[in-house]
């Protein structure tokens, strides 16, 4: 009986063995993979202005052009990505799964996520903000949306935020930033919450004729690209751009010689305010 029991215990710590060493070498190899097959895949917002967001059917934003940098840095063509893309619900199961080797999809850096992912260092902050209609003369601030029908993004710092700060609100839970616009034009909510970042990048777009941001920035936080626990050579590298892209001037981005890269980025994107959301 002690014999099978030492061998069932010897079987289950070598299946363990394998199992964890196995996906410490798959995060570890991820860079040494994006440089074999040519290219990235990457996890992005596709409906988040400014900074992921699609224009004619393309990629494009803030975080995407820190991309193209990666990929020329890395892959010696910034074209080299492929883009796919990703929601607050369902990011962490992309990249835990594999389906992209990072993500660049605004997450903000918190303890809690520390101790389940990687994290390069940050390319944005931004804190939670509150969009309402424009013809809304009811709310003003955080303590008026006590009561109130508020749509949030699940898994989204915003989320977390109202539940703490305004227990009393109703929260109208939606993936979809189209869904949470639609949910507040047409009165099914009365506010929608989430990074004041893309907040004030919507109102700047021709949402800006329907809708405003209202408040201030709530619990601003810093936010950055995001690897699979383990995979520090991946965010290293990720890290090693952005730190380069803060010292080095492109003047092929603003037409400035003295401009860095990464705010050459944010004024193309943010020309009123570019370090407003800037790390």
Not at 88 to 110: P, W
Not at 189 to 202: N, P
Not at 215 to 238: F, L, N, S, V, W
Not at 271 to 277: G, L, M, V, W
Request: net charge positive.
């Amino acid at each position: 009986m002690r014999i099978r029991s030492r061998v069932a215990f010897a079987v289950c710590a070598l299946f363990a063995l394998a199992t964890f060493g196995a996906q410490k070498t798959v995060a570890a190899d991820t860079l040494s993979t994006i440089k074999s097959r040519g290219k990235m895949i990457v996890g992005v917002k596709a409906d988040y202005p400014p900074f992921g967001f699609l224009d004619g059917g393309h990629n494009v934003g803030i975080e995407i052009d820190v991309l193209h940098l990666l990929a020329k840095d890395l892959l010696g063509n910034k074209d080299a990505i492929e883009f796919v893309p990703v929601v607050s619900a369902n990011r962490f199961q992309y990249l835990n799964t594999e389906k992209v080797d990072f993500l660049m999809a605004t997450v903000t850096v918190t303890d809690a996520r520390k101790k389940i992912v990687e994290f390069a260092t940050p390319d944005m902050k931004s804190g939670s903000g509150i969009m309402i209609k424009r013809s809304n003369q009811e709310i003003h601030d955080a303590p008026d949306l006590a009561g109130k029908t508020v749509v949030v993004v699940p898994g989204s710092t915003g989320e977390a935020w109202m539940k703490k700060s305004n227990p009393t609100a109703k929260l109208l839970v939606l993936p979809q930033t189209a869904e949470a616009l639609s949910a507040v034009s047409g009165g099914r909510a009365d506010a929608f919450v989430q990074d004041s970042a893309l907040l004030i990048g919507l109102e700047s777009t021709l949402q800006g004729s329907l809708f405003k941001v209202v408040g201030k920035d709530y619990e601003p936080a810093p936010a950055a690209a995001t690897c699979r626990k383990g995979d520090t050579a991946m965010c290293d590298a990720i890290t090693k751009v952005i730190e380069k892209a803060q010292k080095t001037p492109c003047p092929d981005i603003s037409g400035n010689k003295k401009m860095t890269c990464l705010k050459a980025i944010y004024h193309k994107w943010i020309p009123s305010d570019p370090e407003r959301f800037m790390p």
